[in-house]
Every structure is written in C-alpha cells, then in structure tokens.
C-alpha cells in the first residue's frame, strides 16, 4: 500500500491510496480533481473510488468534476452528511476492497459534520495501518463542533479513533500542525513531548515538507484532546470529566489568538 500526499488549495490535503499489485488507487477528499489526475498519471494509476470525508466544500467541492473527468468512479460518503457528487451512501462499519490488498473501514465520527466518515484502511499483514481523519482529528489538534457537541467529538477522537492500533498512521485534512503544537503547549506546558514535536514540525515547514502522517501512539502522548481521559490534563483545565475538559481545550482554541 503506497499513500501519496497531494497538498491543495490553502492547507488542504488530498491522499492517494494505491494497491501497489493491481495499480488501482482510491483518493480521499480530492478538492482540486486537476492535480489529483496529474498524480494518478505520474504513477500509472486507476483511479476507482473517491473517499469522501465530510460535506465540505474544501473536502467535497471536486466530487462532481472529478465524476466528469472519471465517468465510471464511486464517490463515498457519509449516509447523513449529504456529500455533493456522492454515489454510494457509507454508514459506521461499511467496508470495501480495493485492488488485491487493500481494505476500507468506513468509521462515522460525527461532530464537526453530523455524518463525518474516517477511513481505516489495511494493506498487506506488515504493513501499518492508516486512518483518514478528515477535520475530526488534526495532528495535535481537532476539527470546530460545527454540527455536535463535546460527547460526540469525545466519542469520536477517544473511544472510535483513539482505540485504534497504536501503529495506525493518522492522515488528516489540513496542515495545521505547527499552530496545533503551540496551542497544545498553553495547555501542558510541560509536556515534553509536544515542545519537541513542536520543533520538529517547525523543521518540516521550514523545509517545505508536510508534517504528517502522524500515528494514534503519537496523539496520545501530544494532542490535548485525545489526552482528556487523563487526571492530570483535566485539572490544568479545571474540570473533572473527560468531556467537560474536551468542552473547555476546545473553547480555549476557538479563543486562542496564538
């Protein structure tokens, strides 16, 4: 399994995910159709299925131009979230194949869209697996509750994607590592691990690179809130549950002029 980062629009990513036996590939959230089939023809790729993450526009907004340039793709998407261009209506716990190696997890992790989708897909027995966390989870970070509440990003980033395998590579919709990291430090300012993810995403920037993948082991040692579950992480926020702290970091955040 090969996964390609596409960089679009401002912050935005796309991700090409290719069954390396068969050359049949899948790509999530392609916003700018045009330089997503610039890559599949660089690589000598089929393009079969869209994965769409969330009704957004930013996510969304190629879905009917990509099905003019590719007659024949599948466009997936959430069953409630009402995906522009979609075709195949996906529910929690759908799956589906592609090419000879590769399986999708459909996981419905509502809140910043009422009917968001993560895809959780597995290659070849030794390879990591790799999750699509669209605006849900950021590296470091976590999407506005735009459409739900604190209980259901909580359920969304702690119980369905926080219970994943630890190895399991998080892909997310948007480069806002760097800023993730600083706000993250405001609330545990002495956590080790986030100043020197902090430095290191700082040096990917520099560089022109992208500072994802991240991996579930990774958030749970540097994303706030992921780490809600903890004593320590509610009392620097002053609460006593798991989401009133996610309720409170994410007030923070919104607040935050960082």
Same mark, same amino acid.
């Given at each position: 399994?090969?996964?390609?980062?596409?960089?679009?629009?401002?912050?935005?990513?796309?991700?090409?995910?290719?069954?390396?036996?068969?050359?049949?590939? &899948?790509?999530?959230?392609?916003?700018?159709?045009?330089?997503?089939?610039?890559?599949?023809?660089?690589?000598?790729?089929?393009?079969?299925?869209?994965?769409?993450?969330?009704?957004?526009?930013?996510?969304?907004?190629?879905?009917?131009?990509?099905?003019?340039?590719?007659?024949?793709?599948?466009?997936?998407?959430?069953?409630?979230?009402?995906?522009?261009?979609?075709?195949?209506?996906?529910?929690?716990?759908?799956?589906?194949?592609?090419?000879?190696?590769?399986?999708?997890?459909?996981?419905?992790?509502?809140?910043?869209?009422?009917?968001?989708?993560?895809?959780?897909?597995?290659?070849?027995?030794?390879?990591?697996?790799?999750?699509?966390?669209?605006?849900?989870?950021?590296?470091?970070?976590?999407?506005?509750?735009?459409?739900?509440? &604190?209980?259901?990003?909580?359920?969304?980033?702690?119980?369905?994607?926080?219970?994943?395998?630890?190895?399991?590579?998080?892909?997310?919709?948007?480069?806002?590592?760097?800023?993730?990291?600083?706000? &993250?430090?405001?609330?545990?300012?002495?956590?080790?691990?986030?100043?020197?993810?902090?430095?290191?995403?700082?040096?990917?920037?520099? &560089?022109?690179?992208?500072?994802?993948?991240?991996?579930?082991?990774?958030?749970?040692?540097?994303?706030?809130?992921?780490?809600?579950?903890?004593?320590?992480?509610?009392?620097?926020?002053?609460?006593?549950?798991?989401?009133?702290?996610?309720?409170?970091?994410?007030?923070?955040?919104?607040?935050?002029?960082?």
């Amino acid at each position: 399994m090969q996964i390609l980062h596409i960089p679009c629009l401002e912050d935005n990513y796309a991700y090409m995910i290719i069954d390396e036996a068969t050359k049949e590939a &899948a790509v999530v959230d392609p916003v700018e159709p045009h330089s997503v089939l610039q890559v599949a023809q660089e690589n000598g790729v089929d393009l079969k299925v869209v994965l769409t993450t969330h009704h957004h526009w930013d996510h969304a907004g190629g879905n009917e131009k990509i099905k003019q340039l590719v007659p024949d793709i599948k466009i997936y998407g959430g069953s409630i979230d009402n995906v522009q261009g979609c075709t195949n209506k996906v529910e929690n716990g759908d799956k589906m194949s592609l090419g000879a190696d590769i399986n999708i997890m459909c996981l419905h992790t509502p809140c910043h869209t009422k009917g968001h989708i993560s895809y959780y897909v597995t290659g070849k027995e030794e390879e990591d697996p790799a999750v699509f966390t669209g605006d849900t989870m950021f590296i470091a970070g976590c999407g506005k509750f735009f459409e739900g509440t &604190a209980e259901q990003m909580y359920h969304s980033l702690c119980v369905t994607l926080g219970s994943l395998p630890k190895p399991t590579q998080v892909f997310c919709g948007h480069e806002y590592t760097v800023k993730n990291l600083q706000f &993250a430090s405001t609330v545990e300012p002495d956590n080790v691990r986030i100043s020197q993810k902090l430095s290191w995403a700082q040096q990917k920037r520099k &560089a022109g690179l992208p500072t994802i993948p991240s991996t579930i082991a990774e958030e749970l040692e540097t994303n706030p809130f992921v780490r809600v579950d903890l004593p320590e992480v509610q009392e620097k926020v002053g609460c006593k549950s798991p989401v009133e702290a996610l309720r409170e970091i994410r007030q923070r955040k919104d607040n935050w002029r960082g």
